[in-house]
């Protein structure tokens, strides 16, 4: 079977991602209280902060990270009691920095660590609130803390249960610290809070796969492609679900639609070539794994897959050479052993092989 990346961990990195990208830039501030008399220099902080505030917020939206920091420092100096300008300068941290969007892709990071610090900062002037508490919750998944992301993140969700993108990152949160059924729950909620979003259930199908629930998986993936039918991703992740099943056919012409949109994604190749193998196609399933392999040297799976056709063609040193490339790239997997001893096999046997 064609290896890939773990369900449960693909879920994590889908629903992060997906809590950043669709998260609002900040509470709404209350308005300020009308000027009496001689307004001056309050007035003029009131408006000077807020105008701060919103320009850091456009410039967030616009991807500015950097600039959207300096738009909510100033905000922060000209009103130090409020959390609005901390939550946006850890938000703008986060878009500036070059640590990716997946589970724990901000391991030690400085700037996902200070973005820690500021919301700390932010919940002790105002605690409880629950855009800091989203943000804690995200940035904490970004460090790999799932068990700690908890806690703020079940207070968002207490604060603000309507909030699609707080029950987003508590699914991926509680999917991270094994509560797959809770997870299952906040992430369905997600999907009925916010149903025009393709990726909403797009992650909800993978952790349902990760529960085994392959027929409503299907079903969110199928809603995904009908969503967003010009992504290749959705494609890709409906024909894996379908190769999960054996529905080699379907499951090909999700992965060839995938990859005319994506030509050069290594693992869509590498499952399209397993999808091919599947239908009999085993010259074209094996140009598949060559290009994979070129494109991504590092996906194991795919050298795993090339080993196996090439072993069942009668090629055995070279498919032995394929092997020990996956087993350089991780020792631990043990699936190497296993195509080892079925390649060992079927040399001794003196017959190439059947897919």
């Not at 890939?4 to 997906?18: C, D, E, P, Q, Y």
């Amino acid at each position: 079977m064609t290896a890939r990346l773990g369900l449960a961990s693909r879920a994590l990195a889908i629903g992060l991602a997906t809590a950043l990208a669709l998260a609002a830039c900040h509470p709404k501030e209350p308005a300020a209280p009308p000027a009496t008399g001689s307004a001056g220099a309050a007035g003029e902080l009131v408006t000077g902060y807020a105008a701060a505030l919103a320009e850091g917020d456009r410039l967030l939206a616009l991807g500015d990270g950097a600039h959207a920091l300096e738009a909510y420092l100033r905000a922060q100096v000209l009103d130090r009691r409020r959390a609005a300008p901390l939550v946006g300068m850890a938000r703008a941290r986060l878009a500036a920095a070059d640590v990716g969007q997946g589970f724990g892709t901000g391991h030690g990071d400085p700037a996902v660590e200070r973005a820690e610090d500021e919301l700390a900062a932010a919940l002790a002037l105002e605690p409880g609130d629950p855009a800091a508490e989203l943000e804690l919750g995200r940035t904490l998944l970004l460090l790999g803390d799932a068990p700690g992301a908890l806690a703020p993140l079940e207070r968002a969700a207490e604060r603000t249960p309507d909030d699609a993108a707080v029950q987003g990152a508590l699914g991926v949160a509680r999917l991270g610290a094994g509560q797959a059924e809770g997870a299952i729950q906040a992430l369905l909620r997600a999907t009925l809070l916010d149903p025009r979003s393709p990726a909403r259930h797009d992650v909800l199908a993978t952790a349902l796969l990760a529960l085994g629930n392959q027929s409503e998986a299907e079903r969110e993936l199928r809603a995904a492609v009908a969503l967003a039918p010009g992504e290749a991703r959705y494609h890709a992740q409906l024909g894996a679900a379908l190769l999960a099943r054996d529905a080699a056919a379907e499951a090909a012409a999700e992965l060839e639609r995938a990859l005319a949109k994506e030509p050069e994604r290594a693992e869509y190749l590498n499952n399209l070539g397993f999808a091919y193998e599947r239908l009999g196609r085993a010259d074209d399933a094996l140009a598949r794994y060559r290009r994979a392999t070129e494109l991504d040297p590092e996906l194991g799976s795919a050298w795993l897959n090339l080993g196996n056709a090439l072993g069942r063609r009668g090629d055995f040193a070279p498919a032995r050479a394929c092997f020990d490339k996956a087993a350089a790239l991780d020792p631990k997997d043990a699936r190497v052993a296993v195509a080892r001893a079925e390649l060992d096999a079927l040399e001794k046997s003196g017959a190439p092989g059947k897919p």
